[in-house]
């Protein structure tokens, strides 16, 4: 049963060009939730996901960023012109529903170069 | 805005010392998660409390949420190297998971 996955791992982009991380979420789970986590430091929440639908985003900053959780495929989290505070670890997690447990992919390391 | 503080937020021992790990707040969760991350990884849930009160054993970690369900502890018996690493609380309300800052845990041989 594989846990979520995201990918890239790993993602270098000069400022001013688009990253798009994915997220697909374990098996039977329909619940999709975004965190950032800055070096040494905790995890903040961004956005929270069901298919087709963003239930919470206010997390996310208005501009450049946006997410989706389409009905087939992965959760996408787009950074549009990025910049070099963008640069950070971007978490997934699902859950099979709202009040279930959540649980985390190994998250994607964006630097901005 | 809920905030979740976490002390220490450094902590280095020697194998065999005992240690708690603190997480408070002003708001009240309806359920506490603690997480250990390793570096390069995602964080991994050890356990979750729900009831005011609650302690949770895990081996050698004891997990207690707070009568109020505002704060919570973590306490590990006779720590070992395997013990290294990030220790993270969150706070669950709502929609959302409000995390610490995390303590970050180093266990000497």
């Known amino acids: 049963n594989a846990g979520v996955m995201q990918n890239p791992r790993h993602l270098v982009r000069r400022r001013g060009q688009e990253a798009r991380l994915r997220c697909s979420p374990m098996k039977g789970h329909s619940h999709v939730y975004w965190y950032r986590q800055l070096p040494e430091e905790g995890l903040k929440f961004m956005v929270y996901?069901?298919?087709?639908?963003?239930?919470?985003e206010s997390g996310m900053p208005k501009e450049r960023f946006s997410a989706e959780f389409p009905k087939e495929g992965p959760s996408i989290l787009r950074i549009q012109q990025v910049v070099r505070g963008d640069s950070a670890a971007y978490f997934c997690?699902?859950?099979?529903?709202?009040?279930?447990?959540?649980?985390f992919g190994q998250g994607t390391r964006l630097t901005v170069v | 805005t809920q905030l979740l503080e976490q002390s220490p937020q450094f902590l280095s021992i020697q194998e065999g010392e005992n240690l708690t790990v603190y997480c408070n707040s002003s708001s009240v969760f309806s359920s506490l998660q603690w997480y250990r991350q390793e570096p390069g990884e995602g964080p991994v849930l050890l356990v979750t409390v729900v009831t005011g009160g609650e302690v949770k054993k895990l081996k050698r970690l004891t997990f207690q949420f707070g009568d109020a369900r505002k704060d919570s502890s973590l306490h590990i018996t006779a720590a070992q190297p395997g013990d290294t690493g990030l220790y993270l609380c969150a706070g669950e309300a709502g929609n959302m998971l409000t995390f610490g800052g995390g303590t970050r845990l180093m266990v000497k041989p």
């Open positions: 996901l069901q298919k087709e639908n963003i239930i919470d």
């Open positions: 997690a699902s859950s099979r529903n709202s009040d279930t447990e959540a649980f």
